[in-house]
């Protein structure tokens, strides 16, 4: 998929710019979380006894606190979740449609190529594409991952304006529904994403984040690193049950400051595979407590 293009413009001295693709933090969309339909027949489903029916093709928004919610499908099954303070929103997707995430950058013409973006391979509907688009169907899609500027429903603008005059660009990102995405990828490319040769009816759909949140464990000879693993365990017990925003930034500077001390580690009297170990897990760590939404 080749990159886009857009145009950027500077306040009160407005300069065209173009764009290619990237990353980039969201605008604030704080405890906003999108929900849509793609089915013929109603989706309903209730966020704390808050009932919701969505049409074909409908798009919705519910502004949530941080603290404990449940979700129940049409079906009765209910799913308790947490939302936690400095979330980006998300999408609450019960129905386990797929939704993708495009990253395009908003640069001064001959400036694109400072920006490299992170290409990733998807999976549509059979057919491949490599560009940097990411997808899932989790039931709870975390923005603070996702990081779409632009939610469902709302497209890119063909401009933007910044303050800063020394920016040689700036970058935005966008959640797309399904039939969305191919839209915009048919009008971006000129070419259509099936092929004559292609079945249009391919379950084959390929999904690269599935926010998946397991306390994660490891196993390590070294005391050291051992000790400061199960305390950050012990910290994430705590934190995917804080059910309210003051636990959980309490949780999260005691977790920056065991993040700190590992300054502190004497990586060069441990073992390489140790250290890849230990990394792997602090990743694992890292990630949880950045996460803007989590299932119980």
């Known amino acids: 998929m080749r990159f886009s293009l857009r145009i950027l413009a500077l306040a009160s001295m407005p300069i065209f710019l173009s764009a290619c693709d990237f990353f980039s933090d969201p605008d604030d969309h704080d405890g906003q979380f999108y929900f849509s339909n793609s089915a013929v027949s109603p989706l309903e489903f209730k966020i704390d006894e808050q009932s919701f029916s969505v049409k074909y093709n409908e798009i919705g928004m519910v502004e949530l606190k941080p603290g404990k919610h449940v979700l129940e499908t049409s079906d009765g099954k209910k799913q308790p979740f947490l939302v936690y303070s400095k979330n980006q929103g998300g999408i609450i997707n ?122 994660p464990t490891v196993d390590l000879s070294n005391l050291e690193l ?30 920056t400051k065991l993040a700190m001390d590992n300054t502190n580690i004497s990586y060069e009297k441990i073992d390489s595979e140790e250290r890849v170990k230990y990394d792997n897990f602090f990743r694992k760590v890292s990630h949880i407590i950045m996460a803007g939404i989590l299932s119980k």
């Open 94 to 215: 019960p129905n386990r449609e797929l939704y993708y995430t495009y990253n395009m950058v908003y640069a001064i013409e001959n400036h694109e190529s400072k920006f490299s973006p992170q290409n990733t391979e998807v999976v549509i509907d059979g057919v491949t594409l490599e560009g940097p688009i990411r997808s899932s169907d989790a039931v709870f899609i975390d923005n603070n991952v996702f990081r779409c500027t632009y939610p469902i429903g709302t497209p890119f603008p063909e401009e933007i304006v910044i303050y800063d005059k020394k920016s040689k660009g700036n970058i935005k990102s966008k959640c797309f529904r399904k039939k969305e995405f191919i839209d915009f990828y048919e009008q971006e490319s000129g070419e259509a994403l099936h092929s004559e040769h292609d079945s249009l009816n391919s379950n084959d759909n390929s999904v690269t984040d599935e926010f998946d949140y397991r306390i």
């Open 226 to 255: 051992q000790k400061r693993a199960q305390n950050y365990i012990a910290l994430l017990n705590e934190y995917v049950n804080a059910d309210n925003a003051k636990k959980q930034e309490k949780i999260r500077e005691q977790y």
